[in-house]
């Protein structure tokens, strides 16, 4: 990783929006799924993109990949415009959707070198960072095995080595944890820890789960209702919020009107 890189912006979104219609007809419908969202992303962190379902991450996520088109402004990694250039941007991009479909009839190994080949690796090259990422992964022991069948942390742990194939300086998460045990979380946790400060990636991780923001994100970007509400560090967002509980910190800041004990104010 070049000096140049670390703690600068590399993913920078910048008053994003973006709507969709719904129904047909007469009772077709207009829903404002992201509605202004800014905030950047440096190497060597791992930012946590924290909001309740619906807040808008995922869609803010695939405009960052590329797989939709934003109706208002924009999103740069490494200084690429996606709008302009998506393929070159998607290139230092690796993004874990939600949806990790392999495919069942292939091995672990053999799912992570297809992927590889799309990206236009050498066979050589391509099982070289299988087993580097198998050590970093801590997947040697599924490399070899049939992924029909795998259990939701064996089907994540390839799904990111797909993802990490290519080398790529970014890595972007869509709600990593669902779905997974606590051996499972702990694991993936610990290799984007790994990946962060051995590597000096630039990591971008969507949850809802307080727990794992206050654990993983050296930096915190809080969506709601489609916009970005607050952001800062775990300790900087509790001191706004004059809350010593970090639930109670983000209930507060995503959700001004709630009571204090859970319900809605008037």
């Known amino acids: 990783m070049g000096a140049d890189r670390r703690q600068r912006a590399v993913i920078e979104v910048h ?11 007469r009772g077709a419908c207009a829903v404002t799924a992201v509605d202004g969202v800014s905030w ?38 490494d200084g690429i415009d996606v709008a302009a250039h998506a393929a070159a941007a998607r290139a230092r991009l690796g993004v874990l959707s939600d949806a990790r479909g392999l495919y069942p009839r292939l091995t672990a190994r053999e799912n992570i070198v297809y ?23 801590e997947m040697r022991d599924l490399l070899d095995r049939r992924t029909d069948g ?29 779905g997974l045990d606590v051996l ?7 290799a984007l820890l790994r990946l962060r400060d051995e590597a000096g990636k630039c990591i971008v991780v969507s949850t809802h789960i307080m727990q794992e923001v206050e654990r993983l994100a050296d930096h915190v970007v809080v969506m709601s209702q489609g916009r970005t509400v607050a952001e800062g560090t775990v300790a900087g967002l ?6 010593g509980d970090f639930e109670a910190a ?9 009571a204090p004990g859970g319900g809605r104010g008037r």
């Open 15 to 25: 008053d994003l929006a973006k709507r969709f219609v719904r129904g047909r007809g």
């Open 40 to 77: 950047q992303a440096a190497d060597a962190r791992i930012t946590g993109l924290l909001g309740p379902n619906g807040a808008g991450k995922t869609t803010t996520l695939r405009l960052i990949a590329g797989l939709l088109a934003p109706e208002r402004g924009g999103v740069r990694v």
């Open 115 to 137: 992927y590889a080949r799309l990206h236009g690796l050498a066979d050589a090259a391509a099982h070289a960072r299988v087993e580097l990422l198998a050590a970093t992964l």
């Open 150 to 178: 795998f259990s939701q942390g064996e089907r994540m742990k390839t799904a990111l080595a797909r993802a990490l194939v290519h080398d790529p300086p970014n890595i972007v998460l869509d709600e990593p944890t669902n």
């Open 184 to 190: 499972a979380t702990r694991a993936l946790r610990a």
């Open 238 to 243: 509790r001191e706004r919020a004059g809350e």
């Open 250 to 258: 983000f209930v507060r800041l995503a959700y001004p009107g709630a």
